[in-house]
């Protein structure tokens, strides 16, 4: 470029850098007002709220007190639906992993060229609405069917499994059973098969095999699979309302009837920013796990 | 199981003339048969259920669980309950601006985040995670404090009378499917061939003539299983709808909601299978498009939609 052409140069150089960075700008913007108002906003509200103290006719009163956190905290009452819910989450990620793993370990390694076949059909029912899934088990495990033929085999009229916490449980392992499929099928797809053989010929049993070998190559999927179906199990709120009958009181049920219907937004706010305290440990433990000892994120599904 | 062949090739006593792989012994079998019975089970265990659904929308009889006789009436009758067709239309809607504007923003969000700061993309990245991984019942319920709480300031401000309705459920919708456009494009983006954009850009193309013809087709795929996404998700969705919904804007899963609370009939079922053809119809027109444009996706297996969603969760 000529000597003189630098200042109009640099100054069409420095119009360019704006004009970029004001492009830049444009393209992130909607994107981060929708984040800043229908996520920070809202959880903002949320945390303050949770500080407040219930207003006469309900809703919030500002206030700053710790006795929505200390009820919760303190009251064993009171902390029932986490325990309800811990417990259930914990249960429904046990179930899918020991029906998620013996799939994914057939899909990766026994499927051939019909893996992606296999995938689609485990995509197909988790696309389909998550509702018509759950109530699908009302007629399942109705008193008309299975409930009632069950009841039939212990000899017992009032058998039911609808509105007990195992019609939750199966309401919870068949809703989010593939999430736990797909990432372990991702790990165990990418084995090296020779490793298994290698153990076999240094005579380890099958057992030990699995155990030794397949497991510890699996566990990151095993690991991100239980996160991903435990978060969702953890905060669920159509299953127990429907296959529960609403008698199934976890989290997710306890928030509404303190939004909704006992109106006291402090309280359910303080549920609220407990529920994203236990997703965020989660989370971070997670995250620590899977970048443990390593820089990339080749597993890291969140 | 068997006794360990540590010597390796020397027990050849035990196996006799052994092949290279070794022959499956007893428990072997058991290992394979398991595996496939297992697999079998748990497919059928998915499909039951919803094929349940499927079959019992042709029952005769009004109650859902026992079946007397088929019967087609069911659909005509669903189709003309004028509560169903407002359901139905409030469901389009809401879906369809909901996942125009989520595939717009996330989309422009995606090329817009790799043109900042490492610092502001961290941050960004960070708030889409949040906003996938909290509850969906506590945002939902956020969310309508917020809409509570800023209509009544509005109110009390400006004297504007806001109203629960569609937008307030678009907008809800779009926060989520936002996040997941933005990372499925993003998994576009990364994995594209850059050369190209350089190539094009030597080759004196605009910026935007090098968008338009080179970055552009390339992010199509993620785009558009984007779009697919964000509709099928605001078009199933109960938990945020419900809490910000204002009255005259129930969608149909509401609907289904509602009535399987009192009990499952034929009519909700035969709303269900209409709803599950309709998802099931997305999912196939995307798995075929992308399939179509996946020459580039090297070793994804051409799963096409389902490699793409299971690769994502």
Redesign the interface.
Known sequence: MAAGAATPAADRERGGRIR?AL??????L???A??LV??????A??TI?SFGVRAKNGG?APAFVLDNYAAILGDLQKAAPFTASLSMAIGGTIGSLL?GL??A???AT?AGRR??L????????????????T??????L?P??LGGFIGDLVGDDNFRILGTPVAVLIGLV?GY???MV??L??TLERMDRTLVEAS????????ATFRQVTLPIALPGLITGSI?VF??M?????IP??LGYGRIYLV?NA??TD?LEARN?PA??AK?VI??FV??IT?TFYTWFVNRGRKGREVS?? | ??A???A?ESAVGRLASAPRR?QLDR??IA??V???V??SL??A??????A??VV?SFNANSL???WTGFSVNWYPTALANSVVQNALANSFIVAIPNAILAT???T??A???Q??PRRVRIV?DA?????I???????A??????YA?GFGFIEDTFGIKLRFGHVTII??H??FN?SLV?LLVRARLSGMDRTLVEASADLFATPWRTFRQITFPQLLPGIMAGFLLAF?FSF?D??ITTFTSGPGSSTL?LW??GQ??RS?SPE?NAV?TI??LF??AM?FVG?FLLLRNSRRTQGR???G???M???Q?
């Open positions: 970029s492009l830049t700008f444009l393209l992130v909607p994107a981060g929708w984040y229908l996520l920070i906003a809202p959880l509200i949320i709220f919030y029906i013996p799939l370990y057939f899909i026994r893996k992606g296999f995938i689609l059909l485990l995509v197909i029912p988790f696309w389909t609405s998550f509702l018509i899934r109530y699908s088990w009302l007629i399942v109705g008309g069917s068949y059973l593939p999430l797909f990432p099928y991702v076999k010929d240094l005579g380890a049993g099958r057992w991903l978060i969702p953890m905060g669920e709120y159509v309302q429907i997710g928030l509404v939004f937004w359910g706010s609220a529920l994203i997703m965020l989370v599904v969140l | 199981m068997s360990p062949a540590l390796g070794p428990g072997g290992v394979e398991w595996l496939r297992q697999a748990v497919y265990f998915l499909y039951l259920p919803i349940i659904v019992f859902a669980t026992i717009l923003f996330g422009m969000a090329l817009g985040l043109r900042v960004f708030v889409t995670y949040v906003s991984i909290i509850p969906e019942i506590v945002i319920l956020a969310t309508l404090v917020l709480t907008a809800a779009m926060l936002t933005l099928t199933d109960y938990v899963p289904v909601f399987v609370k499952v909700t269900a709803m599950l998802t099931l999912l798995q297996g051409g799963a939609m389902a490699g969603i299971a690769e969760r």
